[in-house]
């Protein structure tokens, strides 16, 4: 093994080598640092955890079968084995005594090249926070906590993990192609990203792109797009991101800067030439093949194995919002199948993505896209199959193939143990009602008996911690469904391991009339003063992007021409408006307030009266019966509600226990809601 030297350590220590063999996948393991977490305490029976940080080095062989999904992997550059080479950011959090682990590794699909399992599971802002690992959830429970790059636009910086793909060729030279940017601002600004979110990098133009791409704006999505005159406007590119974990960024941070600065809640949409794409599909391979690597390689260049022997014999994926789309589009691909043809993820909580897929293996993808009502409406995120089962079919096409097809016809037993949770703002902006309805919500559809989807009820994408308003029209939703995921991941882990039976589905149904149209959620909702009811919800376009979208990725037609809309339906608000049907956490089971999965921009941010993307309302009820009538508000007041602080206390415990013992709560959990519980007293006077 050659010895280098990088930060001070040698390569004997930090170069794993991995030796290739008959199969391409992860080349080897470029260790860069190893520290103790939390000073090296203990975590229980694991012991005490040390953070690796790492850059893998893949390589696909294009011509294997399971590389084929990949678009333009042909395309790319290869080395002299013909294997196409890449690399990505990789962190892991492990017992420093692997084998007393539980045997299982947690994948955390970063978000944007963050880790939200750090926030969902472990309560903590951020792999850097001082007080990290914070509730150490994941780590008592003894799992293998991994995560790595596979998205090439995220930006390097603040422990972000990123992938560095290859660039296809076509005839030796760099590949051009039409692109659509649309931006976005909350706030008056002299400009702000392509990307429509900040980290994030861009397509460059070409020079025909430059002197030639139309921008435009609209109020709405469905308004009249207005030209913008090309002497107003310019495209600023920040220079290249490199500080990181390890690896330098790869495309570059574009501003869009408009003369007389971009209005709030104003669509612009930039559509013109770019070039240099990368095979942004190899982010499915870069997280398959770390995670069979790390599963099964018994050579002491596995950082999980023991004495000829990997610690770990099972594997849990989490996806959140853009990250469980990830998910989604993972099964969709047919790649929880390794180029051995075994299984990579037993078990899979795909968390809050709706019935989206993603932008992420097009030519010119732009993985970070999330189709919402306001926002980003036009890329393909939420399209046909939405839901998991097979023969649903598809009115604007004659495909009748879930999520799950590729693979349970290959082979069943490649098929996971599924968790789709989600909340009631992904039915308001993320499609939701299309995962368990046919497509034109006519009727409810039966689940695979490998899937399970847990709804729950009166929360919103990100739990708010507080209830204050952020450009909106009422209180964010300030309910918490992070204690219902945790209590998840125990079931989904019993279910793999010892093949117990999860808790029930639990969400809104047709057949039952809790889940219904717009007009009939409006009419159902009580008249409490001072509360809009929304007017729209995000309703997904059927799209045709060009002849060859589905076969090669490739996108020729901006805007896409639209076909039609799929039907989405919503929860059936409750007599006090907070919808049903849904799973209940104390908070909304013994409530204070009304709480909702829909909120409406302010005129603030613009664009006043639309859906704010992903986010609830809470809408507090009248302490008194005198401040009830006063205000005309039809919903009982706190003290109609309940006779003292006690008995809303005691009602509060009733509902956590409860849940324990439908195994949809840990015990570890209930105090912490009840000091949550607490800060109600002061509703209750003395």
């Not at 017992?95 to 472990?122: C, H, M, W």
């Not at 702000?192 to 002197?211: D, E, Q, T």
């Amino acid at each position: 093994m050659a010895i280098k030297v990088r930060g001070g350590v040698l390569a004997a220590f930090s170069a794993l080598l991995v030796p290739t063999g008959a199969l391409a996948e992860l080349r080897f393991l470029d260790i860069l640092k190893r520290e103790a977490v939390a000073g090296g305490i203990a975590f229980g029976a694991a012991g005490p955890y040390e953070k690796i940080t790492a850059i893998g080095h893949y390589a696909l062989d294009p011509a294997t079968s399971r590389n084929k999904a990949i678009h333009d992997l042909a395309l790319a550059p290869r080395n002299a084995a013909g294997q196409v080479e890449f690399e990505a950011d990789v962190i892991i959090l492990a017992p420093k005594e692997p084998a007393r682990g539980n045997g299982s590794i947690f994948y955390d699909v970063a978000n944007r090249g963050t880790q939200p399992a750090v926030f969902d599971f472990l309560d903590c802002p951020s792999l850097q926070e001082p007080s990290f690992p914070c509730n150490g959830f994941l780590l008592r429970r003894g799992y293998a906590v991994v995560w790595s790059g596979w998205e090439a636009e995220v930006v390097p910086g603040e422990g972000r993990v990123v992938l560095r793909a290859p660039m296809p060729m076509e005839r030796g030279k760099p590949i051009r192609g039409i692109v659509r940017y649309e931006a976005v601002p909350d706030a008056p600004a002299d400009s702000w990203p392509l990307a429509h979110r900040p980290n994030l990098g861009s397509y460059p133009p070409s020079a025909k792109g430059a002197a030639e791409a139309k921008l435009t704006w609209r109020l709405r999505e469905e308004g009249e797009r207005i030209p913008i005159s090309r002497n107003q406007w310019r495209i600023a590119r920040e220079p290249l991101a490199r500080s990181g974990l390890g690896l330098p960024g790869q495309l570059p941070v574009l501003r869009l800067e408009l003369e007389g600065g971009l209005k709030p809640g104003a669509i612009y949409e930039w559509i013109g030439e770019v070039e240099r794409p990368v095979v942004q599909g190899v982010g499915f391979a870069a997280v398959r093949d770390l995670v069979s690597f790390l599963r099964r390689n018994a050579s002491d260049k596995n950082p999980l194995a023991v004495r000829g022997k990997p610690a770990v014999d099972r594997a849990h994926a989490f996806g959140m919002s853009q990250s469980g789309r990830f998910l989604r589009e993972f099964l969709r691909l047919g790649m929880n199948a390794d180029e051995a043809g075994r299984k990579v993820f037993e078990g899979m909580i795909i968390h809050v993505a709706g019935g989206g897929l993603g932008y992420f293996n097009e030519r010119f993808a732009q993985p970070t896209r999330n189709t919402v009502q306001h926002e980003e409406h036009l890329f393909p995120g939420d399209r046909y199959p939405f839901t998991y089962g097979d023969g649903v079919e598809d009115p604007f096409s004659d495909k009748r193939e879930g999520l799950l097809h590729a693979l349970q016809a290959e082979d069943p037993r490649l098929v996971p143990l599924i968790f789709h949770t989600q909340t009631a703002a992904e039915y308001w902006s993320r499609s939701g009602s299309l995962v368990t309805t046919d497509p034109l919500g006519t009727r409810d559809v039966e689940l695979p008996p490998t899937v399970r989807v847990y709804a729950f009820e009166a929360q919103h994408w990100v739990p708010a911690g507080r209830t204050l308003r952020h450009g909106t029209d009422n209180l964010l939703n300030s309910a918490d469904y992070r204690p219902f995921l945790r209590a998840l991941l125990d079931d989904l882990d019993a279910w793999v391991k010892h093949g117990a039976p999860p808790p029930p589905s639990i969400y809104p149904r047709i057949a039952d009339g809790t889940l219904v149209d717009l007009k009939a959620a409006r009419e159902a909702f009580p008249p409490i003063p001072g509360v809009r009811f929304p007017d729209v919800i995000q309703r997904p376009p059927a799209l045709e992007y060009g002849e060859e979208f589905e076969s090669r990725g490739l996108i020729t037609v901006e805007p896409p021409r639209r076909r039609g809309d799929y039907i989405v339906l919503v929860p059936k608000p409750g007599p006090d408006g907070t919808e049903r049907g849904l799973l209940e956490p104390p908070e909304v089971a013994v409530p204070l307030a009304t709480f909702t999965g829909w909120n409406l921009r302010s005129r603030e941010i613009g664009a006043e009266g639309m859906l704010r993307a992903l986010v609830g309302s809470t809408i507090p009820f009248a302490r008194t019966r005198a401040q009830r009538e006063a205000s005309e508000d039809p919903r009982p007041s706190v003290e109609e509600r309940y006779a003292s602080f006690a008995a809303y206390r005691d009602a509060f415990d009733a509902a956590c226990a409860a849940l324990v013992q439908r195994r949809l709560l840990l015990p570890e959990d209930v105090e912490r809601l009840q000091t949550k519980g607490d800060e109600a007293r002061p509703l209750f006077g003395r």
